[in-house]
């Protein structure tokens, strides 16, 4: 959600150049791409272990199989949801001479925040159930 809350705003309010801010887009992208699916994969390999755990012991685990599914509904939802957004933000990015529209690029950005805030969500949602799990573990 930082990239939403803090550091499309910073962007936003800082940039009157349309196609400098779409090019800082790109590299917030790029950063955002190499270290969020390793996270939501390791994520959910975790809760695969607790799912394991569970199965052999004979006790509880679809929470954590809830768990798990609410975190790698990401990609689905960046597929889905916000590749549209994502191609036109690139596209303009590869523009030879950069966006020229001001206007198109914070209209694009404001939905790409709010989209991104709703994949956030997610695995917030992931997290949630796993330590609600854990905690109804640590109750019994």
């Known amino acids: 959600m930082g990239l939403s809350l803090i550091a499309i ?6 940039n009157t150049n349309p196609a400098h801010l779409v090019r800082q887009w790109a590299r917030l992208y790029e950063y955002g791409i190499r270290l969020m699916p390793a996270g939501a994969i390791g994520t959910t390999l975790l809760y695969g272990y607790s799912i394991a755990a569970r199965l052999r012991s004979n006790r509880p ?12 509904s990401i990609v689905p939802f960046t597929w889905l949801v916000m590749l549209p957004t994502n191609s036109v933000l690139f596209g303009l990015n590869a523009l030879p001479g950069g966006a020229e529209d001001l206007d198109q690029v914070l209209g694009l950005l404001a939905k790409w925040k709010f989209l991104h805030i709703l994949r956030s ?7 949630i159930l796993g330590l609600s799990g854990t905690l109804q573990e640590k109750s019994t």
């Open 61 to 72: 685990w679809h929470i954590y199989a809830f768990a798990a599914a609410a975190t790698m």
């Open 121 to 127: 969500l997610l695995p917030l949602t992931g997290a």
């Open 9 to 14: 705003p910073v962007l936003v309010e800082i």
